[in-house]
Nanobody, 120 residues
Framework: VQLQASGGGLVQTGGSLRLSCVAS??????MGWFRQAPGKEREFVAA???????VYADSVKGRFTISRDNTKNTVDLQMNTLKPEDTAVYYC?????????????????WGQGTLVTVSS
């Protein structure tokens, strides 16, 4: 299984970015995104089940939208109204759990990470 993430970059406060991740090898019930800011632990951002039930961290609710295409085995993260505190390396991850888990220890495979920098 391989996960390939893309779409990171530099954006000003209030701007938007869209991250994409494609999984190869097999399908998973849950596809999600985590992020790790400098000096901080990796944290849950959002995840979505195969049946298109999303869950968001409170810090991004209303600003980020997660979506997936089951036919292409991809998961996207549309990030709007970005803030400097959203600056982090963003990782896509997948798991076969029946429910969406916010803890990273439940996720089986991880992408390489893509850097998002929001300037103030």
């Amino acid at each position: 299984v391989q996960l390939q993430a893309s779409g990171g970059g530099l954006v000003q406060t209030g701007g938007s970015l869209r991250l994409s991740c494609v999984a190869s090898g097999r399908t998973f019930n849950v596809m999600g995104w985590f992020r790790q800011a400098p000096g901080k632990e990796r944290e849950f951002v959002a995840a979505i089940t195969r049946n298109i039930n999303p869950v968001y961290a409170d810090s991004v609710k209303g600003r980020f939208t997660i979506s997936r295409d089951n036919t292409k085995n991809t998961v996207d993260l549309q990030m709007n109204t970005l803030k400097p505190e959203d600056t982090a390396v963003y990782y896509c991850a997948v798991t076969s759990t029946a429910l969406i888990m916010r803890s990273q220890r439940f996720y089986d495979y991880w992408g390489q990470g893509t850097l998002v920098t929001v300037s103030s």
